[in-house]
């Protein structure tokens, strides 16, 4: 068994003494796990960083089997982020949340492409909202997308101000107003409006993501947001000014 894809990294750990099992994304083979030999070594941790782009090979005797793969370095997405803490969160908080959300072998070309998409944006200033927004397509590429075009209890597709926790469907503000503290907040940005992201806004569309990630997504195998999630909201509810 043998194939060719091109890849993103998803997480790399030692296995031995110089090996190591790395799980990359890749458009056509899903989110796919292998034997790296050298992996641990010097030459080879530089290119198993999560977020770099590889051109992969991997082969198996059998299909089911872990098999081994050789990754060569297409593009170093990582090292412009290495003097930025909330970046390189940012991109760490991606590549663990696909490495547990997405299922195995399970092909998802729109969420490699827009994790892609992400890991470029983040040296610029404006990847907050995009960071939300490919967390929103994650959970609608899985089955579980929000429905957020109009108000639940009245039709109203303006003044979306809240979503509701059980159904993952929009609140008009009227009508959410008088049960706010039993609904989470939805984002300006996330209904489609032109207006610029807060850090506040950034922190509800996280908040609001991260609850049916857990629900929808990640209960089902017993886990939780990863560690690198919590830390990347962690940090930006840091900049929001009380």
Same mark, same amino acid.
């Given at each position: 068994?043998?194939?060719?894809?091109?890849?993103?990294?998803?997480?790399?750990?030692?296995?031995?003494?110089?090996?190591?099992? &790395?799980?990359?994304?890749?458009?056509?083979?899903?989110?796919?796990?292998?034997?790296?030999?050298?992996?641990?070594?010097?030459? %080879?941790? +530089? &290119?198993? %960083?999560? +977020?770099?782009?590889?051109?992969?090979?991997?082969?198996?005797?059998?299909?089911?089997?872990?098999?081994?793969?050789?990754?060569? !370095?297409?593009?170093? !997405?990582?090292?412009?982020?290495? +003097?930025?803490?909330?970046?390189?969160?940012? !991109?760490?908080?991606?590549?663990?949340?696909?490495?547990?959300?997405?299922?195995?072998?399970?092909?998802?070309? &729109?969420?490699? /492409?827009?994790?892609?998409?992400?890991?470029?944006?983040?040296? +610029?200033?404006?990847?907050?909202?995009?960071? &939300?927004?490919?967390?929103?397509?994650?959970?609608?590429?899985?089955?579980?997308?929000? /429905?957020?075009?109009?108000?639940?209890?009245?039709?109203?597709?303006?003044?979306?101000?809240?979503?509701?926790?059980?159904?993952?469907?929009?609140?008009?503000?009227?009508?959410?107003? @008088?049960?706010?503290?039993?609904? !989470?907040?939805? @984002?300006?940005?996330?209904?489609?409006?032109?207006?610029?992201?807060? @850090?506040?806004?950034?922190?509800?569309?996280?908040?609001?993501?991260?609850?049916?990630?857990?629900?929808?997504?990640?209960?089902?195998?017993?886990?939780?947001? @990863?560690?690198?999630?919590?830390?990347?909201?962690?940090?930006?509810?840091?900049?929001?000014?009380?």
């Amino acid at each position: 068994m043998e194939w060719n894809d091109e890849g993103i990294v998803l997480s790399a750990r030692r296995h031995g003494e110089s090996a190591a099992i &790395v799980t990359l994304l890749t458009p056509a083979h899903g989110r796919h796990a292998g034997l790296v030999r050298g992996g641990a070594g010097r030459r %080879q941790r +530089g &290119v198993l %960083q999560p +977020g770099n782009r590889v051109a992969a090979r991997w082969r198996a005797r059998l299909s089911e089997h872990l098999g081994t793969l050789t990754c060569e !370095l297409t593009e170093a !997405l990582v090292a412009p982020l290495l +003097g930025d803490p909330l970046r390189l969160a940012g !991109l760490s908080a991606a590549c663990a949340l696909a490495d547990w959300a997405l299922p195995e072998r399970e092909p998802h070309a &729109v969420i490699h /492409d827009g994790l892609v998409h992400l890991i470029k944006a983040l040296s +610029g200033d404006d990847w907050p909202p995009l960071y &939300v927004t490919w967390e929103m397509d994650l959970l609608r590429e899985l089955g579980f997308g929000l /429905d957020l075009e109009s108000c639940a209890a009245t039709g109203r597709t303006d003044t979306l101000a809240f979503v509701s926790p059980r159904t993952g469907r929009a609140v008009s503000l009227s009508a959410g107003e @008088p049960y706010r503290d039993r609904l !989470l907040v939805l @984002p300006p940005f996330l209904t489609g409006a032109a207006v610029a992201a807060t @850090p506040r806004d950034i922190v509800d569309g996280l908040t609001l993501s991260a609850h049916f990630l857990e629900r929808h997504v990640l209960a089902a195998a017993g886990r939780r947001l @990863p560690a690198a999630r919590l830390r990347l909201a962690d940090r930006v509810a840091a900049n929001v000014d009380d």
